[in-house]
């Protein structure tokens, strides 16, 4: 019962801090989009990818992923400025399981990042760049889920294990940067060369794009299962490694 | 010197042990090679408001997060409302409110946010909630600001929010740390008043730590001096006073004070202790009017010219000098101790 009422707490913070943060969720939106209109337009004329999809179509997956994996590693680095800013301390001292903590401030966090994405989705949607019924958006959905939880709790692993805010570029450069381009987000993974291909194949977020390429009707390259089953090994691996760091950081 | 018995380190008296709320055994702490606390003996009463005073650095945050579980100890034990602080952490937890020394608000919530976010933390339901809501942020005098973020809250304000805050739970024992550290003049008297407040309307056993004397003796009913993480003194602030004896006589010397000079001093009837620092120089003596002439003497001799003296009661940085052999105030200037230390006419024991 104490558990729940924590989760809800943290996720209900989460979420009031989101409402008023306008400018950081045009900012946090603008970059995918970006990607999505610049480079969906810039490469468009010239990409067909097997004679019927267009570039724009191709990356729309991609996009609603990107979005999801920027948003979602941030929001569980974000448990770095609770500690520089010392509230976390006001959380770890109350008496209240550091694991319903760690669930609750990742809810919060999965559900708006989820929203940014299906704000995506919707746009894709809107324009005839993916086609979904109502099988494909409970698919999407899961994928999306999977995708955001895993990248969340990856975040709040960093955030625990992290000092302060300056290792965030670093994250975004060795991280979060190669994750998204290494992911089959940009380009299909059909015909790569061998060491590309092998980087691409560990990269988790490979299975999420290409899961939600299936939902929407796209080209995917994996069954779909698979990519549901790698997927979901790897959320409960990254919730493990969250739960587990978080636990023994000190405020 | 002849008045090491006064200063004998304030543990091991147990007399207090029958209605303890707080009660702490033979508790250390390591970081590294570091010993923050060593052997610290203490018992804190129901309802007292306790002081902890000592120099940033002696040990007082350690101590304090230690009682409130945030911090193992690396030995001893100590226990709050009769649960173990190392191993029944919620239960302690649940019975303690703690103000920490840095700012730990939401900035990006409200007044009243932070103050329901804690309450649900503390589980309690959304009607308890509102009323303790009410009565809290109207105890810091903070109703019309409840609604704004407190963001946009002065350094005073957010201080009130949190003691409001730590009080949400309506804790048994409520710690704060250096609860007006940077704060000016009027605002710390406010605070202190909010302080005096609740001890008054709740009867709760508070502990503060500070390194102002004034606060101190203007709040707690008893102190602890705290010093290189050993407790040096205990008893209540004239208790403390009264150890000293007498009257404090300050020279001040408009020439250069030789090191004789302060060594016939202290040669001199009813001297029981002489410091010295940037041409002041402080004593320690059982009568200061019959001292002052006998002191203008001994200056004369000496070719020392005193510019001014004043003779009044030993206040409590008077007795952190004498205890530890140097200013409270000048801890953070680095060095001055070291000066200090070989003027020190009494060693403290280990």
């Known amino acids: ?251 | 010197m002849g008045s090491e018995g006064e200063f004998s380190i304030g543990s091991g008296q147990g007399r207090r042990a029958v209605s303890a709320i707080i009660s702490i055994k033979g508790l250390g702490k390591d970081f590294g090679n570091l010993k923050a606390l060593h052997d610290i003996d203490l018992e804190i009463e129901k309802g007292e408001l306790f002081g902890l005073l000592g120099p940033n650095g002696a040990g007082k945050t350690t101590l304090i997060s230690i009682l409130g579980t945030m911090l193992p100890a690396s030995r001893g034990a100590a226990s709050v409302c009769g649960h173990d602080v190392g191993s029944k952490e919620d239960a302690v937890r649940r019975s303690i409110g703690i103000v920490f020394q840095e700012p730990t608000l939401d900035d990006e919530l409200t007044g009243e946010e932070n103050l329901d976010f804690h309450g649900r933390l503390y589980g309690m339901n959304a009607s308890m909630r509102g009323s303790r809501i009410e009565e809290v942020l109207d105890l810091v005098d903070l109703e019309d600001r409840r609604r704004d973020l407190v963001k946009t809250y002065s350094g005073g304000m957010r201080r009130r929010l949190e003691i409001a805050r730590g009080l949400m739970h309506r804790p048994q024992v409520l710690f704060l740390d250096e609860p007006t550290l940077g704060l000016d003049p009027q605002t710390r008297r406010k605070i202190w008043n909010y302080i005096r407040g609740l001890k008054d309307s709740y009867g709760m056993t508070i502990i503060l730590t500070t390194h102002y004397m004034d606060e101190a003796e203007q709040l707690c009913s008893r102190i602890a001096i705290i010093d290189r993480g050993e407790i040096v003194a205990e008893d209540t602030p004239d208790g403390l006073k009264s150890r000293l004896g007498g009257d404090v006589v300050v020279l001040g010397a408009a020439t250069e004070v030789p090191q004789a000079f302060l060594q016939a001093l202290r040669e001199l009837p009813a001297v029981s202790n002489v410091e010295s620092q940037d041409g002041r120089v402080v004593l320690a003596v059982t009568s200061g009017e019959s001292l002052v002439p006998r002191a203008f003497e001994t200056a004369h001799r000496f070719g020392v010219s005193i510019a001014e003296v004043s003779v009044r009661k030993p206040n409590l940085e008077d007795v952190f000098i004498r205890l530890t052999g140097r200013e409270i105030r000048n801890e953070t200037a680095g060095g001055i101790k070291d000066r200090f230390r070989i003027y020190r006419g009494w060693e403290r024991k280990r």
Do not use: C
């Not at chain 1, 969906?40 to 097997?50: A, I, L, Q």
């Open chain 1, 1 to 251: 019962m104490s558990f729940a009422v924590t989760v809800h707490t943290l996720w209900l913070r989460e979420l009031t801090r989101f409402r008023r943060s306008k400018s950081r969720l045009i900012g946090s939106m603008a970059m995918p989009a970006i990607f999505l209109i610049f480079l969906g337009s810039g490469f468009g004329s010239f990409f067909r990818y097997r004679s019927n999809v267009s570039y724009m179509e191709f990356i729309g997956p991609g996009i609603v992923s990107m979005s999801l994996l920027f948003s979602s590693m941030f929001g569980g680095l974000n448990v770095l400025w609770d500690k520089q800013f010392g509230f976390l301390k006001e959380i770890l001292v109350a008496p209240v399981s550091r694991i319903a903590i760690m669930a609750g401030i990742a809810m919060g966090h999965v559900t708006t990042s989820m929203g940014k994405g299906l704000i995506f989705l919707a746009a894709l949607y809107a324009g005839h760049l993916i086609r979904l019924d109502a099988t494909g958006l409970v698919v999407t959905l899961i994928f999306m889920f999977l995708i955001s939880a895993s990248f969340v709790s990856l975040g709040i692993a960093l955030a625990s294990v992290m000092d302060d805010p300056h290792g965030f570029p670093l994250v975004m450069n060795f991280l979060i940067m190669p994750v998204f381009f290494l992911s089959g987000a940009l380009y299909p993974l059909e015909g790569l060369p061998g060491w590309l291909k092998m980087l691409t194949y560990i990269n988790p977020l490979t299975y999420g794009v290409d899961g939600i390429r299936f939902a929407v009707g796209g080209p995917s390259h994996f069954s779909p299962v698979s990519d549901f089953l790698i997927l979901m090994v790897f959320w409960i691996g990254a919730t493990l490694a969250g739960a587990f760091m978080f636990r023994r950081m000190s405020a």
